[in-house]
């Protein structure tokens, strides 16, 4: 980054953090809890849909069209239904900020209620993450 881009960053409150290579995976929150959910998500649905698909054909076995053309309508379906799952459900992202060891201030930013629901609460499509001490 610049110096210029650095000291607009500041003047606007922003903290520019360096992430390592290879290691957003544990250390940007989002890709701790949302990215690795909504994968999943969207992984279980795909599955779904293909099993139900193969197992309703009648006769003889024919190969599903899984062109981007054809998979563009039933993909559009599954990415609202999962940010309807993400949004009711804010302690994916809270879980992100804590597993990532950067959850210092969360507190400050929401209910604290919900942070113990993301220690507790256990979701078929949550993370598996860990809290690191």
Known sequence: MTSKVLQ???A???HSVLIPESCTDKL???DVSVNKAAKAFLQRE???WYAKSITTQKGEFCPL???TVAMKHIGTK???KMFEHISNNPHLVVN???ASGISENISDAID??????SLEDEDEYDTDCEVLS
């Open 65 to 67: 069209n899984l062109t």
């Open 46 to 48: 795909f599955q779904s």
């Open 112 to 117: 604290t209620d919900m942070v113990e629901l």
């Open 8 to 10: 607009r960053l500041e």
């Open 12 to 14: 606007n409150h922003i």
């Open 78 to 80: 599954w990415l609202v």
């Open 28 to 30: 940007q929150p989002m």
């Open 96 to 98: 992100g900020f804590i």
